[in-house]
T-cell receptor, first 109, second 115 residues
Framework: GQQVMQIPQYQHVQEGEDFTTYCNSS?????IQWYKQRPGGHPVFLIQ?????EVKKQKRLTFQFGEAKKNSSLHITATQTTDVGTYFC?????????FGQGTRLTINP | GAGVSQSPRYKVTKRGQDVALRCDPI?????LYWYRQALGQGPEFLTY????????KSGLPNDRFSAERPEGSISTLTIQRTEQRDSAMYRC?????????????FGDGTRLSIL
């Protein structure tokens, strides 16, 4: 079945440093979504990418969808303490959404 | 509030008991999803509905698990003859449309502990 792998599993940075998480699917995706889950909270939708090679930005966050629609990345520039949490990618193949295991970001202020 | 509501927030029960977990989606949302999330992992798909119709139940682990959404709004996930391995956070999410290309809005989940 479809698998979505995410790396790294954990990332600890100093406040102000950049952060990137990578997502790879075993199959071609129709779209990919990114979610953020704060400690003790629930996943919150950030963005959806649909087109091959698509790049979207939300303030300090940059999302990319690979040309082959099998991988994606999320890059945060100049992290802030409010960025703490676990970032999940979720790829859609046929019908259902398959989540990666997430990258947990912690920040040293 | 206007978000997805799940109840109970916490459920502790003895092995062998049946449990029913409730999800009240955002009003008017067509699609409703059930996930199971282990600690430190991403949500794992269980099943989903468009309106009252169950579209995909391929993620349900075995026949002890079932779900329904009889009137196309509130949904119940039922686990019969619970086992310790069923302990997890169970999350519900709803989407505005029936299309698979929809953001999903998650509830706070039900943390189930089987003793």
């Amino acid at each position: 079945g479809q698998q979505v792998m995410q790396i790294p599993q954990y990332q600890h940075v100093q406040e102000g440093e950049d952060f990137t998480t990578y997502c790879n699917s075993s199959t071609t995706l129709s779209n990919i979504q990114w979610y953020k889950q704060r400690p003790g909270g629930h996943p919150v939708f950030l963005i959806q990418l649909v087109k091959s090679g698509e790049v979207k930005k939300q303030k300090r966050l940059t999302f990319q969808f690979g040309e082959a629609k099998k991988n994606s990345s999320l890059h945060i520039t100049a992290t802030q303490t409010t960025d703490v949490g676990t970032y999940f990618c979720a790829g859609r193949g046929a019908q259902k959404l398959v989540f990666g295991q997430g990258t947990r970001l912690t920040i040293n202020p | 509030g206007a978000g997805v509501s799940q109840s109970p927030r916490y459920k502790v029960t003895k092995r062998g008991q049946d449990v029913a977990l409730r999800c009240d989606p955002i009003s008017g949302h067509v699609s409703l999803y059930w996930y199971r999330q282990a600690l430190g992992q991403g949500p794992e798909f269980l099943t989903y509905f468009n309106y009252e119709a169950q579209q995909d139940k391929s993620g349900l682990p075995n026949d002890r698990f079932s779900a329904e959404r009889p009137e196309g709004s509130i949904s119940t996930l039922t686990i019969q003859r619970t086992e310790q391995r069923d302990s997890a956070m169970y999350r519900c999410a709803s989407g505005e449309g029936a299309s698979s290309n929809q953001p999903q809005h998650f509830g706070d989940g039900t943390r189930l502990s089987i003793l």
